[in-house]
């Protein structure tokens, strides 16, 4: 069982630690001192503390006792920006030639005592049996909650339950509620393990509300900073101004004319009411240097919004920097842009980017390249840039603390509608307010919103709720690695060792006790609707019967129905040829009425109006929607139509019950029970019984799955290996097929492994290969249609629609089995991946004709290069043919150069590499 340090193991560290012949300058904290004590012990340590603790001293003491030992220490990281940072730090403590770094880009010192990895990259070590393992002793897991990533998190997962038994664990997670449990399970899994939290932030945080108020008009409005709770509440008199404002959305300048007339009219009825709007981008800036709460981050969710800002204020002319810091800045700017092409650096509008700068204002988002990316890192880590307005990627891994965090909005559009941030999406924000060592305290500044009310802002504020929950599922990919290392029975186990087995063994629980609870009450339904004048469903029946005859529903009340449904319930609706259960994803209101974004159990989504559905909707249940709510995104609908189909439901409508029954009250009918003078009140609580008959089935049917679903799944997923020759499922052997399938590591990677397998990838030339391995790696994200893709042959154009051809099958297999469908290829970006590898260059590639239509940034170029280098090295790797082998690693070089190259420099030189083997090539 996992359990805290006991207080003797408290006691054994002193606060000037010495561990391997390292002291540590400072007095170490009283989670520090208890984490190093039950390294020291031998156990494995859960950290979960905020960001910016210092949970970095108990990670490389545990590389420390590792090197002592003369053996291993692997540090696994996230995101390959935070990698490189990481691999800088250790280099900086142990000296080049004793660190390595391992990622999709960079092969530095593999066989390092010390290597810096992506969490990914050591899976794939452990499933190629690497030798280097014999001798690791220990494994950092920084930033463990990654686990419940929806598309990402089964990787840390696997690698917590397959890495070799003798291997330490340091995992590192931000504040979450259940640490505990999760201590707990790789107890289960791994052995004694402790867990320590600590939930004091090293600066204090101060929340603060900014708003406008434009009531007075002109010169009289003002920006005031409120705190958003005093003596310990939320602040009576920002309660009291939020409330008074007219919720109408005004201009950002409060002089938008139909906004501004609405609030007119409403002061006119009552002269209380306040016009407020959100502060403007320039004056908060301009508020916090007057206040000296910079440098800040100002959190924006859009990429153009954030650039438009650092356009703003520079427009505005706000001069943040002196000269001397103005000197620094440029200096840093040309250091690491240096070996980027003059060419290059005007597609990516360099001149504004260094004005920007010089002024001490900046963007950060993952439209940038990552060398402008790094220029604004190094600047405002010397605190030379004085503001940031950034996207919430910002707040995951990399080191930026700030004197000030701003968040513009606490609501998110995910492409359907708007949806508030969770405590933990805050939480994470707002970990950046504060420098340890040189600010008294942080702040954390909320912009007022006509969206939210200060009410809401003041509960996410004070909430501590942050819940980690697993997202495991059985791959192809995965399947075939048990397969090819484990017997049956053991294949078996290890899936019920996962986190998300461990958390559904005690849903099984707590569903057993609130199935015990409807039991309950639906006996008292069941009384309560019983007759003494005759048989009350008999009478219930008839009505049914009966039910032909009422009329039409109208629009106006299935509306009002449509208006009560909330995301993850089931409805029965009829969608083009489809007819049958789909969930509610996003319900939105428009001046023509309210319009559902539901999704069918392919995966397929639609959008209804009342007129669509032409009855009152029939709810028959309810299913959890995805950690990661992303409705305009492929991976998310494929995930809740995979949800739908396992949960299954069936059964009548709870609407259509109540209907029948009303009509049986107010008709007349030659029954025995219409003399009941309670008939009314019977029937509905027969109605409302038969919804609770229906919960109890559908508990069962959840509580009966509870410890089967992932053994289920992994059995669906052999299925489909077996019917396609990857799998001997009687001799539980792999084919040489299956041999490919396991040394495949991507999210299409049965897809992929088919198409090889065919053929498919053959017989093309490097930059053809490029174009058509990038079907794999693309994702049209607009919600617009992606325009026609351009192929330099109609040879190119039928091996494309040949592979999409393979994916429709396989899809449909997929659904057969009840399994997550497979992300479709995507040909959008083969003419810009065939020209990058023929040779053209960046400023060719990306420019204002944007190929792939969806305004394609140096960021975005950068990022799909390299996951399409990444693929060609697998495919150089695992290919039959030993000519597309050839082509495939041709391809890599001729990708891996220019801007994708300098992207990928940590100051070391590189090597294009193998992510399923950690080898560089070439």
Known sequence: MARAPTPDARAGVSADHVAAGRSYPFELDRFQREAIA????GRHVVVAAPTGSGKTVVAEHGVDLALARDRRAYYTAPIKALSNQKYRD??????????????????IDADAPVVVMTTEVLRNMIYGRRRSLVDLDVVVLDEVHFLQD?????????????????????????TVSNAAELAEWITTVRGPTDVIVEERRPVELEHQYLVTDLTDGGDRARTLMLPIFTDGKPNRRAQRLDASAVRRPTGRDGRDGRDGRHAERARDRDPSRRRLATPGRVDSTRLLEQRSMLPAIHFIF????CDAAARSCLDAGLRLTTDHERARIREI???RLDGLHPDDLAVLGHRRFLDQLAAGIAAHHAGMVPPFKEVVEACFVEGLVKIVFATETLAVGINMPARTVVIEKLTKFTGDRHEQLTPGQFTQLTGRAGRRGIDARGHAVVCWSPFVRFDQVAELAA??????????RPTYNMAANLVRNYGDEEAHRLLSLSFAQFQADRDVVRLEARLERRRERLAELRSAARSPHGDIDDYRRRADDDATSSPTTPNELIDAAIAELRPGAVIRARTGRYEGPVAVVANASRSTGHRLTVITPSGHHHQLRAPDLGALPAVIGAIDLPVQYAPGRKEFRRDVGRRLRAAGYTGRDDQRDDQRDERAAGRTLTHPVEADPDLRDRLRAAARADRVQR???????RAERGDQTLAREFDAVLGVLGSRGYVHRDEWTLTASGEVLARIFHEC?????????DGLLDGLDAAELAGVVSTFVHEHRSPDDPPPPWFPSTELADRCHRIIEVSRRLAADEADAGLAIHRPPDPTFFGVAYAWVAGEGFAEVVDANDPTGTELTGGDFVRTVRQLIDLLGQVARVAPDRTTRRTAADAARRAFREVVADSASVGVGVGVMDPADGDPQG
Do not use: K
């Open 38 to 41: 039950s390294l020291d012990a």
């Open 333 to 335: 700017a040309h250091d």
């Open 90 to 107: 250790l280099v900086e403590i142990h000296g080049e030639g004793r660190v390595g770094l391992l990622t999709g880009d960079n092969s």
């Open 302 to 305: 859009s990429r153009n919004q």
């Open 749 to 757: 990677d049965l897809l992929v492994a088919e198409c090889l397998l």
């Open 463 to 472: 909430s501590r709720s942050f819940h980690l929950r697993s997202v495991f």
């Open 150 to 174: 929806a598309y990402r998190g089964p990787v840390w997962e696997e690698v917590i339950v397959h890495l070799p038994r003798h291997v330490r664990l340091v995992c590192l997670s931000a």
């Open 695 to 701: 919960e109890i089935h559908d508990l069962e049917r």
